[in-house]
């Protein structure tokens, strides 16, 4: 099984709301990322996450809070959005570091 | 800093044909992956190859190939006849290597190629 599962896929959010992205996968991967992609744009990085924990955070603004319960889950909690952070977040999964990453298919999200 | 430039902002091939797309990058790292990655309209990002740059052998996959030259930090992609679920855009992504042969796990992607495949 090679997939990795994000929910919810769509997701509509007013700026004073708090919600949460989730990323799942069950290959036994041991690193997983977050990105986000704005439209005709390559995915940028924001998190990842090595031995559950975290090891790179691209000077990610605080509204954005990654959580890594256990080593298949990934969590991005969102609150106190602005408009221009509307894209799509894609989450992916690699055996470690270093190999191959497997992106799950993404939550595209809009906030009014 | 590593840079990843992808010169064709759009190509398109008729189906059955072969296409290439360019990749270039700037490193001063000695060791480092290259990967394509194909996003179809669907978005989600698939794997396509990986190349390791230690080896001097060009990675394949069934249709697709790469021509890597480390030198000339070239890294190209070939498809072989092309199929209509090759319609995607592509990228190209670079990932430095440690010292000790790890990663810090960061993917630099260039701005990407849009493929078309007519029927």
């Known amino acids: 099984d090679t997939e990795v599962t994000q929910t919810p896929k769509h997701l509509v959010m007013g700026m004073t709301n708090k919600k949460s992205l989730k990323c799942e996968q069950h290959?036994?991967?041991?690193?997983m990322y977050w990105y986000k992609q704005k439209a005709k744009k390559p995915p940028e990085l924001m998190f990842v996450y090595s031995y559950e924990k975290l090891s790179i955070n691209e000077s990610v603004p605080s509204r954005f809070s990654p959580e890594c319960p256990n080593s298949s889950l990934l969590n991005l909690h969102l609150h106190a959005l602005q408009p221009e952070d509307s894209a799509l977040y894609l989450c992916?999964?690699?055996?470690?570091?270093?190999?191959?990453?497997?992106f799950g298919p993404g939550t595209r999200l809009t906030v009014t | 800093a590593q840079t990843v430039t992808q010169s064709q902002p759009e190509m398109s091939v008729q189906e059955a044909e072969t296409v290439t797309l360019s990749c270039t990058y700037d490193t001063s790292e000695n060791n480092y992956y290259l990967f394509w990655y194909k996003q179809p309209p669907s978005r989600q990002m698939i794997l396509v190859i990986r190349?390791?740059?230690?080896?001097?052998q060009n990675a394949t996959e069934n249709r697709f190939s790469v021509n890597f030259q480390k030198a000339a930090k070239s890294f190209s992609l070939k498809i072989s006849d092309s199929q209509l679920g090759d319609t995607a855009m592509y990228f190209c992504a670079f990932m430095k290597q440690l010292n000790y042969g790890g990663s810090q796990g960061n993917l630099i992607f260039g701005k990407g190629t849009k493929l078309s495949v007519k029927p």
């Open positions: 190349q390791e740059a230690y080896k001097q």
């Open positions: 290959m036994g991967h041991r690193a």
């Open positions: 992916a999964s690699s055996q470690a570091v270093f190999y191959e990453q497997y």
